[in-house]
């Protein structure tokens, strides 16, 4: 009922700057909670950024002050802006959406992307 597809990954050198972008398209009333996750091969998966609805925000501690998550709510896309990155933020990156159908229901559901890979060389 739903797809996030991401864009925006690849290689880039220590320093440099990076966008991705995260769509959902489908049967959606609303988003609630929108959210960047990273993981490393044989490790788990880790918050990066998340943006509630009222426009919280909450970063994980490595990536404050580098990372900005904001959202088009126009174009139900959610954007990582990534800046002096790092070789420690080589990642698949994957967006995550709490998503509610339609008025009927208050239930929202949780969707993943399919990740999109971040590789940061020293």
């Known amino acids: 009922q739903v797809q996030l597809v991401e864009s925006g990954g690849g290689s880039v050198q220590a320093g440099g700057s990076m966008r991705l972008s995260c769509a959902a398209s489908g049967t959606i009333f609303s988003i609630n909670v929108q959210g960047w996750y990273r993981q490393v091969l044989g490790k788990q998966r880790d918050l990066v950024a998340r943006?509630?609805?009222?426009?919280?925000?909450q970063y994980a501690d490595s990536v404050k002050g580098r990372f900005t998550i904001s959202r088009d709510n126009a174009k139900n896309t959610v954007y990582l802006h990534m800046n002096s990155l790092k070789p420690e933020d080589t990642a698949v990156y994957f967006c995550?959406?709490?998503?509610?159908?339609?008025?009927?229901?208050?239930?929202?559901?949780?969707?993943w992307g399919q990740g999109t890979q971040v590789t940061v060389s020293s």
């Open positions: 995550n959406a709490e998503i509610r159908h339609t008025s009927d229901t208050d239930n929202y559901f949780n969707y």
């Open positions: 943006l509630t609805t009222g426009g919280s925000t």
